[in-house]
């Protein structure tokens, strides 16, 4: 079956650090790929998504993720964390067989310290 | 801002009861999104409809339904509520297709007692 992982469920970084969130998918063929963020007590918002093509793709607030077919991952990466980005990230999938299919992962919280 | 707004913000009600969530998409928008958030589950999503006809269905149960009326709003109705539907339902609307940026609403709240 169809699964999108998320190794991480918390992730501590300090303000200025490199970021790099994990994100692994079970899926035959190559799904679309995205990468959301959540603020407390707010909806989602996306960051980033894949389809073809280059496969570093840029997003909002200088996020950029990376896809790797042979190890079937979609990591999300930043150069620099500020203290605005502490919340909570989902990788999700979105099957393209048949019937679209959108899977989430279970998401990663993140922490900055100051 | 994202543009979608949802109604009511909380809802709480109690086993057994019949409630209907409520979205408006962005201005433009033809599909929209339902998608259900809670500890126990995740975020799940529910189903998709664009432009008043279902295009894509997830983990609705079939105590759910829902539908997109030709304003584009979209109901979620949750029936013979259980406590395990106590959870953060989410709206999206995108301008059509998978591809498209989906802008999420805020949520509405359901708890049932």
């Known amino acids: 079956a169809q699964s999108v992982t998320q190794p991480d469920i918390h992730i501590t970084v300090s303000e200025g650090a490199s970021l790099e969130l994990r994100c692994n998918y079970s899926?035959?063929?190559?799904?679309?790929l995205f990468w959301y963020v959540q603020s407390p007590g707010q909806g989602l918002q996306l960051l980033l998504k894949?389809?073809?093509?280059?496969?570093l793709v840029q997003g909002i607030k200088g996020f950029e993720a990376e896809f790797k077919r042979s190890q079937s991952s979609f990591n999300l990466r930043k150069p620099s964390v500020h203290w605005s980005d502490a919340a909570e990230y989902f990788c999700?999938?979105?099957?393209?067989?048949?019937?679209?299919?959108?899977?989430f992962g279970t998401g990663t919280r993140l922490k900055v310290l100051a | 801002d994202s543009g979608v707004t949802q109604t009511p913000k909380h809802l709480i009600t109690a086993t057994g009861q019949r409630v209907t969530l409520r979205c408006s998409p962005r201005?433009?928008?033809?599909?929209v999104y339902w998608y259900q958030q809670s500890l126990d589950q995740g975020l799940q999503f529910l189903i998709q409809?664009?432009?008043?006809?279902?295009?894509a269905k997830g983990n609705i149960l079939e105590r759910f339904s829902a539908q997109q009326f030709p304003d584009l709003h979209s109901e979620l109705n949750l029936s013979s509520l259980e406590l395990g539907d106590s959870a953060l339902y989410f709206c999206?609307?995108?301008?059509?297709?998978?591809?498209?940026?989906?802008?999420f609403g805020p949520g509405t709240r359901l708890t049932v007692l």
């Open positions: 409809y664009y432009n008043g006809e279902e295009r």
């Open positions: 201005s433009g928008d033809l599909s």
């Open positions: 999206a609307s995108s301008a059509s297709g998978v591809t498209d940026t989906q802008y």
């Open positions: 999700a999938v979105v099957t393209t067989s048949g019937t679209y299919k959108y899977i």
């Open positions: 894949y389809f073809s093509g280059d496969t």
């Open positions: 899926y035959g063929a190559t799904p679309y």
